[in-house]
């Protein structure tokens, strides 16, 4: 009896979830936290570093390979970026889609799932690129480079924030299947 229970693994009701309540619920944190990301931001004086969440979205779900409700959830974010931080409209959109494709290309080419490295840098370096994006728009459409410190910030957040978090942003794929399935 006893060897039997410790023979099992004790079942989460987020393991014996499906892709669906997993990306409904990721998205709903993003719009939560894109939520709270309109509000002033300062903690006694100190300007906070507010995440990309959206990023995290298109990172971990992208491990799961392509599919069109988290791209259609990643423009509908990037959108209201595009308007809440006053970007022409699309840039934010294009950004996580680029992310989202990268990741799954990524999670194509590699086993993330199970190499340490490839789940540690994988992230690090798609951050790399999403700041460099944000960055190089946001010089383009002002005509003058960018401060990127203030950015570079928010990235950090946004890295530090998916690495403890990145959970909540998987789709459920297993090692061995094959991407696409949500």
Not at 25 to 32: L, P, Q, S
Not at 72 to 86: E, H
Request: charged fraction near 10%; include cysteine.
């Amino acid at each position: 009896m006893a060897s039997s229970l410790s023979n099992r693994k004790k079942r989460t009701l987020w393991s014996q979830s499906g892709p669906s309540p997993r990306l409904i619920f990721g998205a709903a944190i993003i719009a939560i936290v894109g939520v709270l990301g309109m509000t002033p931001k300062a903690f006694f004086g100190i300007p906070l570093a507010w995440p990309f969440a959206a990023l995290w979205g298109a990172i971990g779900w992208g491990r799961a390979g392509l599919s069109l409700r988290p791209m259609l959830l990643l423009v509908m974010f990037g959108l209201m970026q595009d308007i809440i931080s006053n970007a022409p409209l699309g840039c934010f959109a294009m950004i996580n889609l680029l992310v989202y494709g990268l990741s799954a290309g990524i999670a194509d080419q590699t086993d993330g799932m199970r190499d340490t490295l490839v789940a540690v840098l994988g992230p690090v370096v798609l951050l790399v690129v999403a700041f460099l994006l944000v960055w190089g728009f946001a010089s383009i459409t002002s005509d003058h480079l960018v401060r990127a410190w203030p950015l570079m910030t928010c990235f950090i957040t946004t890295g530090l924030i998916y690495a403890f978090g990145n959970g909540m942003f998987d789709l459920g794929r297993r090692p061995g299947e094959s991407p696409g399935g949500s």
